[in-house]
């Protein structure tokens, strides 16, 4: 038996009206996914526990059986652990993303006008935060260069419970009642405008009519990770294919192999089709598992762009789902696959929230029908199925029973 999880990052939404009063899901032609709800079981599941941020780190964790009750030690030391960073105990590492400021006056009265700069290219991240630790870096705070926008700074015997807020969170809000409380950080973040504002990257940008990355912004802190090895916790090999540090970093930390995908880019402009010949490589060659992440949804409701969104989600049926079950259907694999979003990143909001999500769980060894023609928010909220551990599904899919997520 071969086990998928399809994870569409921030996927579930509310009907739009520029929909006709029908969500991305249900908008989207995803014949492969439907075909799956015809056979298969529909539900809803809470991912984000009662009292933590409904991040794409905590939900995600849960998705691939963590409870984040128990091990989450903040976003960016999963990151971290991503890009190379060896952290000790003592260390505190922060996610550092550039982002565009916009308005006149005092730092404090700016306003987020984009958490990503305008999806800035590495190689002019790469300038940015390199001039950032030139002028910024002491013996206690280090910077280290990520992709895009997304990068990450290390305080040795750094504080935590800073309680510090996502940049995608307040996208055209003013950024005066979310700055930290922490004086240092703070200063960091002052300091980092004025360093970036006339750098040279971004006369470059200003003159293609591009968001200029004027400032940092520290969020997301955290402590070195623990988590249990997936092959100890569960008894399979696994892989996770994904374009985003984070959930590369969790899979690392849970000893998963992680693939590399040519062009996987986080976006819409994603390599779908080498992710999903990635993930039936991975399982023809031996693997148990394939956790598949993609980000493009989650991007798109940030954003606010709707037909993205929905484009997102027929890719991921088009060019991932049905070539991916094909292919295993012609090397006579058995296989279970969970297709579920982490959170919702409602188009009207841009912002992730934590409302329970839709999942589907199919075997193509139990094959029963439904009664359900599509994978919607509503037809799983119809069902009347709940999974209020969202880290009970991975043991759902995998056939061992449940025991709540304690042990791992």
């Not at 409904?54 to 976003?75: E, F, K, Q, W």
């Not at 037909?307 to 094909?326: F, M, S």
Request: with cysteine; glycine share 12%; charged share 20%.
């Amino acid at each position: 038996m071969k086990y998928i999880v399809m994870l569409g990052d921030g996927m579930a939404d509310y009907p739009l009206e520029a929909l006709g009063g029908r969500t991305p899901l249900e908008a989207a032609e995803k014949p492969n996914i439907d075909g799956l709800a015809q056979y298969g079981e529909l539900g809803m599941v809470k991912t984000v526990p009662n009292g933590m941020k409904p991040g794409s780190d905590v939900a995600n964790l849960a998705a691939m059986g963590y409870d984040p009750a128990s091990c989450y030690t903040g976003r960016s030391p999963l990151e971290a652990v991503s890009i190379g960073i060896n952290m000790s105990d003592t260390d505190v590492a922060f996610r550092c993303n550039l982002v565009t400021l916009s308005g006149e006056g005092p730092y404090e009265d700016k306003v987020m006008a984009d958490y990503s700069a305008g999806e800035i290219t590495t190689a002019e991240a790469s300038e940015l935060i390199q001039a950032i630790a030139q002028e910024l870096s002491t013996d206690e705070l280090v910077f280290y260069p990520g992709i895009s926008y997304r990068h990450c700074m290390i305080w040795h015997k750094g504080p935590v419970g800073l309680d510090l807020t996502p940049p995608h969170d307040i996208s055209d809000r003013r950024i005066t009642q979310y700055l930290p409380g922490n004086e240092m950080i703070l200063d960091l973040m002052c300091r980092s405008f004025h360093v970036l504002d006339r750098h040279p990257v971004n006369e470059a940008r200003r003159a293609k009519g591009l968001n200029p990355a004027n400032s940092i912004w520290l969020w997301g802190e955290g402590t070195r990770p623990g988590v249990t090895g997936f092959e100890k916790a569960y008894g399979v090999k696994a892989s996770v294919i994904s374009a985003v540090d984070l959930i590369k970093g969790i899979g690392i930390c849970a000893g998963m192999k992680v693939i590399e995908v040519e062009g996987a880019t986080g976006n819409l402009d994603t390599n779908f089709k080498g992710k999903g010949q990635a993930a039936l490589e991975t399982l023809l060659e031996g693997q148990d598992l394939v956790y598949i992440h993609v980000e493009a949804p989650d991007e798109c409701g940030h954003h606010g762009d709707v037909e993205g969104k929905v484009r997102a989600i027929e890719r991921i049926d088009q060019d991932i789902v049905g070539p991916l079950l094909d292919g295993l259907a012609k090397a006579g694999e058995e296989y279970s696959i969970l297709v579920m979003p982490d959170h919702p990143t409602p188009l009207s909001l841009k912002t992730h929230i934590a409302d329970p999500v839709p999942y589907l769980l199919y075997r193509s060894t139990d094959r029963q029908a439904s009664g359900i023609n599509s994978y919607t928010e509503a037809a799983a909220a119809g069902t009347g199925r709940y999974e209020e551990h969202g880290c009970s599904l991975m043991r759902r899919l995998l056939g061992i029973p449940l025991q709540g997520c304690q042990d791992v």
